[in-house]
């Protein structure tokens, strides 16, 4: 089989995350190094709710140049079912497909299939199906590429904070009471915050500026 660059392997498949042929991801984002195990090679950020929810859904890939040690890749990938909703994994196989055992495999560790063939596009054999994952743990790697979830909306939107920590993408506050009740305050100071997204802050500001109405 044709060797190709791995570096081409994950951009095919981070334009595959993000193409509305694919999943429609608004986010698709390379992981810092110091990320510990498990340990995808690309995460994205699809959002699913509409009208009445924010929802979202955190993606992750797991990309190989082949299909070598299969069984114990898939096993590398369904432990990313932890830390994102959906996981897939993505392997070049130039003209060849996947085995009916491989698909097996997939369907039993609950992961998804990409196929890179020789032209570096991606196909989708397998869906990925919704998994349960820690809900610290996905924060945690949602955290990881610059992205927090909204406590009002639940929508995820980015957060980045200039060197005194001002931001103009949305609010962060403090639970210190909440802290100092269960014992977290180290030296009067508290590290357990919540966020809220542009919108929602906006919209509290506007209803706290409305004329109190007299019962």
Known sequence: MTKVDEVELRASVRSWLSMPSGLNCRVVS??????RDPRPDLVGITH????????????TALVRPSTTR??????????QRLQADRVYLACFTADERFTENQIEVALRFGIGLLRIDSNLECHRVVPAPISDPVSRTRSELLGEIGFV????????????????????SGYVF????????????RNETV??????CPDCARNLNMLSSLPVEDS
């Open 70 to 79: 299969f069984i114990s890749v898939a096993g590398e990938t369904s432990a």
């Open 48 to 59: 699913v709710g509409g009208q009445l929810n924010g929802d979202f859904e955190l993606v």
């Open 30 to 35: 390379l992981l810092p190094k110091g990320v």
């Open 149 to 168: 979830e909204c406590q009002l909306c639940g929508v995820a939107f980015s957060w980045q904070a200039d060197e005194q920590g001002n931001t103009e």
């Open 174 to 185: 403090w639970n210190e009471i909440w802290a100092d009740h269960h014992g977290r305050l």
């Open 191 to 196: 590290s357990d915050r919540r966020y809220l």
